[in-house]
């Protein structure tokens, strides 16, 4: 039978469909990291004085940290001083004013990673913010927004046009002491979206940013700063994509999330980085702080997140539940292929009474893969009434990977209720003969496995983008069945 | 339709069928009877193309073609189906997900237009009266919480739905009682036709006081050693196996002829 031991060789060999490099001159920093580079890349971006100074806070602070080695993952040293920090389209340092500036080959980028940016094309019901390496190049639907008073534009113009408002919140959920990779990108991030929803607004649309990294040698370090004030709602969705290059490449990103009285956020993501070739090399390093607080009473946080790329995954979207009937949600769906490794969970923390939280996890390790869920559900003494759900499934296509669970509980309030509940299967060569006997293709019967077992995420994710991780999620485990 | 010449079929490097030959055409129906560990399970993945039934010696001819030649999937778009003794469960996928998918993947080989969602619901509809069942089975996982008859019923619904040339029902009738017995055996009769053939494997005759096949074989160590007409299996529910097994060691001793 060589037709599908073939058609599994072609297969493999299928390229990482977003691997594409975008010829652009540069305008970067060289490589390394001192007080010189930071002030550098603030002077770049023309920033007011306490900007510059929570920076070099940050990085002071950082010298004196070393690199977490808890998580379940394994990497060779990071040489922090190959990194280069900052890298722009040259050309674009002043903000183009509209699209008609903007350099056409990352019109092209954007449209070939099926992210059309140009007014006619633009995907209805969503605004796009697009990050190119260190920067934004482009911001849909921001006249139309601006109209009901929210605010959606790159960091880096918040910090120029509402500096009260990112001094007022930067740092208050996840404070440039908090970790190795954070206080690192507290102390060089570049760019990344703001998000200011007044009070009472419903945002009428998605709003989007896409990462891309481009250059090599480049980290990423975008901040993204989310505020809903009370009785606002907005949905928020990001994704990530990455040429294909032999060395790894670092994304240390930030994400605050907050949520004012009766407020609800929704933060979406589909990361699908490069995770490296099939034997190993290559791929980002996503080190990742998300963090969210509902900081009025009755405020929603809900993160859903479908992690198919990067070659290490490493981050904790987590909640504090301040105020009192508060929600946090996890909802989480992390493949890993090949030698892909992921340590990913998630934080709830109860405060408030009667403050509520769901954890729903679903690992799927496929070729060599190693997944990993470490969650913290921890109840303070004042929590009330506090009540937590978690469900961790955990997915095996073939013997060589891996699935691994560290749940932590630490309950301070005896009348909290905590559940706890953690499965794992196979897909079984008999179930796929099964469907095959039934006339469906391996590949489509894995899929259909894969889908079925993620369909409670995948209901979490806005409609436009749930179609999308599907498909991400099969050509993702190409290669897989074999 | 189904033509085999001295079949061999090991599991790993243990031989299990050591010469079968049997020879199905359109419109037949064939009991397959014997004792526990015969190979009848073994007879019936090997011909559905299962990894480790491994094809050692001998011809398998499905209309004309080299069975051996396709895999698991492309056997089953050409219309043969295998009901399964033991039914697989797969959390998640719902059970008309499932039967979705595997008509649009016969019918698109077929050339057919796939079925949209409506056609597909009262076509399945329409099946699932013949079964008599429970329609939120439809909307579970694939076999998964299901009773043993519910699975054996299963296995019939997709029978129906599918329409395939050749069907294998591999002791589809174990486990049942006599209400299901009669649904299953009635539906096998609704599905006769001369352009479909059966191959039925049980072990008991109860199933054949419905349905009436034209042949029955009896397989012994891996080896059809008796072939009849309808009244071989009242023979063999009357006597049991022993005498055959004592016929077959005879034949053998006096020159290995089947
Ligand atoms: N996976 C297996 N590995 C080794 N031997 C097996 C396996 N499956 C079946 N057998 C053996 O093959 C023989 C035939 O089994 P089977 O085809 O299931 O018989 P039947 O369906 O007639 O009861 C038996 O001796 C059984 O023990
Ligand atoms: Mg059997």
Redesign the interface.
Known sequence: ?S??AEKIRRLIKKKYPAGFVTDIEVDAVPPGLDEDIIRLISAKKNEPRFMLEWRLKAYRHWLTMHEPTWAQVQYDPIDYQDIVYYSAPAGQEARPKSLAEVDPRLLKTYEKLGIPLREQELLAGVAVDAVFDSVSIATTFKDKLSELGIIFCPFSEAVQAHPELVQKYLGTVVPYTDNFFATLNSAVFSDGSFVYVPPGVRCPMELSTYFRINAAKTGQFERTLIIAEEGAYVSYLEGCTAPMRDENQLHAAVVELIALKDSEIKYSTVQNWYPGDEEGRGGIYNFVTKRGACRGDHAKISWTQVETGSAITWKYPSCILEGDNSVGEFYSVALTNNYQQADTGTKMIHIGRNTRSTILSKGISAGHGQNSYRGLVKVLKGAMGARNYTRCDSLLLGDKCGAHTFPHIDVHNPTATVEHEATT?KI????L??????????E?AVS??VN??C?QVFNELPMEFAVEAQRLLSVSLEGAIG | MLSITDLHVAIGDKPILTGIDLEVKAGEVHAIMGPNGSGKSTLAYAL?????YKVTSGTTLYQGRDLT?L???E???EGL??A?QY????????NI???K???N??RK?RGQAELDAMDFLSLVKEKMEWVSMEEDLLYR?VNEGFSGGEKKLNEVL?LTV?EPRLAILDETDSGLDIDALKVVAEAVNRLRSPERAFLIVTHYQRLLDYIIPDYVHVMIHGRIVKSGDSTLALELEKRGYAWIEQEAARGAKAGGGT
Do not use: T, W
């Open positions: 039978m037709g599908p299967s079984g060569d008999e179930q003969f099964y469907c095959r006997q039934r006339g469906l293709s391996a489509d259909m496995i079925g077992f369909k | 559905a193309g299962h990894e480790h030649r895999n698991p999937e056997r089953a778009r189906f295998l399964f039914p697989i469960e797969i959390p998640g996928v719902s997900y499932l039967l998918a595997a008509l993947a016969i080989h996982s997709q599918l």
